[in-house]
């Protein structure tokens, strides 16, 4: 079983900036693609970035040019730089990652909370 751990979030001002981690333990052959959600209240939880095994990257159009996924594929970690944050960016924030364990996986991590005040 492949577990998610997020850290990283938090409470910050408008135009302030947060760096979220994931952590992926366990069982794992590889990660092909790994990504970020968040759900905001009310609101469908949506994709915010996504990266895959050969670095290819792709974000949701609210959050280019402010944010900026990464990842470590040796600590099988992958990271979320969040600059110029806004009001509207306050969700919780989901990692997610596909790839082969004994079996292939589909992991969600629990979620971290940011808030960003105006």
């Known amino acids: 079983q492949v577990q998610l751990v997020e850290s990283g979030g938090g409470l910050v001002q408008a135009g302030g900036s947060l760096r979220l981690s994931c952590a992926a333990s366990?069982?794992?052959?590889?990660?092909?693609?790994m990504a970020w959600y968040r759900q905001a209240p009310e609101k469908q939880r949506e994709l915010v970035a996504v990266?895959?095994?050969?670095?290819?990257?792709n974000y949701a159009d609210s959050v280019k040019g402010r944010f900026t996924i990464s990842r470590d594929n040796a600590k099988n970690m992958v990271y979320l730089q969040m600059n110029s944050l806004k009001p509207e960016d306050t969700a919780v924030y989901y990692c997610?990652?596909?790839?082969?364990?004994?079996?292939?996986?589909?992991?969600w991590g629990q979620g971290t909370q940011v808030t960003v005040s105006s």
């Open positions: 997610n990652a596909r790839g082969l364990s004994y079996i292939s996986f589909d992991s």
């Open positions: 366990g069982i794992i052959f590889n990660i092909n693609r």
């Open positions: 990266i895959t095994s050969g670095d290819s990257t």
